[in-house]
């Protein structure tokens, strides 16, 4: 979300999401509200520092987690106060293990993604941090329900060895598609009962690799889909996978541009059709969302944005073909 006032995103979320509010993100805030930030506070026994290239893991907790840490809490006060007597899901959501070995850099400055063994420190630091993170969502929230996001929108540039070295002369080699499901598949093993959606927002999703994981949902920008993905979305509504289709820019020049809820879902309908599922599972499975975040719109966009989301959901529900 935009800005720097959290009660106000957090009021804002509760006040239009009727069945899935979430834990706002403010990055406007500064480092460690960021998504890698916020995400790297979590860990369990790792800590991150930020450099002038980014986010570097260091040997001792110092400034930059205290503040990530320092956010969380105060994000944690906020969404506490505008949930009293709320009983549903509740969105939380954190950097993934590729997207986060992508953005962390050893302490020589290149990814983690590069060394086999860094990365499996921190995925099993990833695990024990999110579960302490939803237990602590519990405690304080004992009506909710929380729902996992693991943002992975670095996942393809990983699978297809597209990640840059620090240099940028040459990229990271391709992770094997059979070893990056095994580490989402502990993760989202170690989040127990807690259904996970994993949300990519870049082009080429791996939906076959993602649901062989384990993932409850799978979170995409609708606007980047193309017909050689239509098998791999047909299986996984097939298999009951819930898709959150991104149909709604993260940014516009204005709220009004956000003014006919069923022509933003219309090619959501279109690929129903075309895949020949039952229309009656479509407003059961896709749920309508922002195509990527929210964070770089004005408060009033984003703010619109989520009543679209809204009612583009009712549209689907009211008229599925």
Same mark, same amino acid.
């Given at each position: ?19 899935? %509010? ?15 930030? !916020? ?13 002038? $290239?980014? #986010? ?16 969380? !809490? ?6 506490? &106060? ?44 990833? @695990? ?17 329900? %929380?729902?996992?996001?693991?943002? &992975?929108? $670095? ?5 297809? /060895? ?14 094997? %598609? ?13 989040? /127990? ?64 541009? =956000? $003014? ?5 879902? /219309?090619?959501?309908? $279109?690929? #129903? ?10 407003? &059961? =499975? ?9 964070? /770089?719109?004005? %408060? ?16 689907? @529900?009211?008229?599925?073909?």
């Amino acid at each position: 979300m935009p800005g720097e006032d959290v009660r106000e995103a957090a009021r804002i979320v509760t006040g239009t999401l009727e069945t899935l %509010p979430f834990l706002p993100e403010l990055p406007a805030r500064g480092p460690g509200a960021d998504m890698t930030g !916020r995400t790297a506070g979590l860990l369990a026994e790792l800590y991150a520092h930020l450099q002038p $290239s980014g #986010w570097r893991i260091a040997d001792r907790p110092g400034r930059d987690t205290r503040r990530a840490r320092a956010w969380l !809490r105060e994000d944690l006060d906020a969404i506490e &106060e505008f949930t009293q007597g709320y009983e549903g899901a509740l969105k939380v959501s954190a950097v993934g293990p590729w997207s986060l070995a992508a953005a962390l850099e050893r302490r020589n400055g290149e990814a983690m993604l590069g060394d086999s063994g860094a990365r499996r420190d921190l995925a099993a630091s990833l @695990a024990e941090g999110l579960a302490a993170h939803l237990a602590e969502v519990r405690r304080r929230l004992p009506g909710v329900r %929380p729902v996992l996001q693991l943002d &992975e929108p $670095s996942l393809p540039a990983v699978l297809s /060895g597209r990640v840059p070295t620090a240099s940028g002369y040459r990229a990271h080699r391709a992770v094997d %598609p059979a070893v990056a499901e095994e580490a989402l598949r502990g993760l989202i093993a170690a989040a /127990g009962d807690t259904p996970v959606v994993v949300h990519c927002c870049a082009a080429e999703v791996p939906f076959g690799l993602l649901r062989g994981a384990g993932a409850t949902g799978i979170s995409f920008d609708a606007g980047l889909l193309t017909e050689r993905d239509d098998e791999a979305v047909g299986e996984a509504a097939e298999g009951g996978t819930a898709l959150f289709a991104g149909v709604v820019p993260g940014r516009g020049a204005e709220a009004e541009e =956000l $003014s006919d809820p069923a022509g933003t879902v /219309g090619g959501v309908r $279109s690929l #129903w059709r075309r895949l020949g599922l039952s229309p009656g599972l479509l407003a &059961e =499975l896709v749920t309508p969302t922002p195509a990527c975040g929210l964070a /770089g719109a004005s %408060p009033g966009y984003a703010r619109a944005a989520l009543v679209h989301c809204a009612r583009a959901a009712r549209s689907l @529900a009211d008229n599925p073909e």
